[in-house]
């Protein structure tokens, strides 16, 4: 017979998504996810106390006078080892696992799993999910870790970059990523399969791979200060940072990276990330539930009558991978 707390575990052994604020690091995030959902575990009403039989002896009152013998009587009384207050909580530990990590630098999207979800949050990131960030940059400066905390190392001009030349060094970067993309999918691009799989955006590496980059654009600028937005594949924050510095060398200037946010990662998107006040079961309990609907969902979408799926592990991606990113061979002047 499972208790009420067990039974609020078991809702709560799945995949959820959370919004980590940056300067935190993410082991302090997992942490205090797992004490909230703790005290939420434990907070189910206990059961019954368990009962055990006790001999007690009877009162002298009915015993006769001048009787040496001892009258005893059998007892339900409750099993005081198993009292809360004795034993302690029923859960002290939980199995949170965490995804793609952020630094402390960073933040954004943050994937979690719990108890024997974490094997599926292993197969998620076997499958090269795509990721999207963020990016805010400045020109004018370089460090030596690429962003703004670093130690400076060297200041320029910017004066003569403009929104134009800036566009042309990311589609130029874009290009050379997307070459690099064909070369480590190993498909032979003279077949009709390739060309299906670039249409689709569902080129993925075979095997290990050097972080590449699936899309890359100028969301704002405003010297010296922009922002992009990039898509990529293995990725790490210090790499971010580093697209940042080589644009801006591309631009005849320098650049350093000013912020890193995570929107999106795999199936999981910013705007269902819950934020630190839902880090609750009820509010976890519920990202769960709508995450399965949606992956249900996406599944049934793709396995239509009469309509073909592809390969065991291209339907897996494309279940797992809602957002599709086309891919664009582009050819431009750079001056």
């Known amino acids: 017979m499972t208790t009420p707390s067990v039974r609020v575990f078991h809702k ?64 339900s009384v409750p099993a005081l080892a198993h009292h809360p207050l004795v034993s302690g909580p029923e859960f002290q530990h939980i199995g949170v696992g965490v995804g793609h990590r952020l630094d402390v630098f960073s933040s954004g999207v943050l994937v979690l799993g719990v108890g024997q979800a974490n094997k599926a949050l292993t197969d998620l990131y076997r499958s090269h999910v795509t990721r999207d960030y963020t990016l805010e940059g400045e020109l004018g400066m370089a460090t030596d ?33 997307q070459k690099a993309l064909l070369t480590y999918s190993k498909v032979d691009m003279s077949t009709q399969e390739a060309y299906e799989l670039a249409v689709k955006g569902e080129l993925r590496p075979d095997g290990k791979s050097p972080p590449i980059m699936t899309g890359l654009r100028l969301l704002h600028f405003q010297p010296p200060h922009f922002t992009l937005e990039v898509q990529c594949l293995n990725e790490t924050q210090r790499y971010l940072c580093r697209i940042l510095h080589e644009v801006g060398l591309e631009l005849r200037s320098t650049a350093v990276c000013k912020g890193v946010r995570r929107t999106r990662d795999g199936p999981f998107t910013i705007q269902h990330a819950l934020t630190h006040q839902h880090w609750t079961s009820p509010d976890v309990i519920q990202a ?46 750079l001056f």
């Open 145 to 177: 870790n690429f962003s703004h905390t670093g130690r400076l190392i060297e200041r320029t001009t910017y004066d003569h970059i403009t929104r134009d030349k800036l566009e042309r060094v990311l589609a130029m970067m874009q290009g050379s990523n």
């Open 12 to 75: 709560l052994e799945g995949l959820f998504s959370i919004y980590k604020p940056p300067g935190v690091h993410w082991k302090l995030v997992r942490d205090t996810v797992e004490t909230n959902l703790l005290k939420g575990i434990n907070a189910a009403p206990p059961p019954g106390p368990r009962q055990r039989v006790q001999f007690l002896a009877e009162p002298t009152s009915v015993m006769a006078e001048g009787s040496s013998e001892l009258t005893l009587s059998a007892a």
């Open 288 to 333: 769960i539930r709508q995450y399965r609907s949606s992956r249900k969902a996406g599944k049934a979408k793709h396995t239509q009558p009469g309509k073909d799926t592809g390969t065991a592990s291209q339907r897996q991606e494309m279940a797992e991978e809602a957002p599709v990113n086309r891919v664009y061979f582009v050819f431009v002047k």
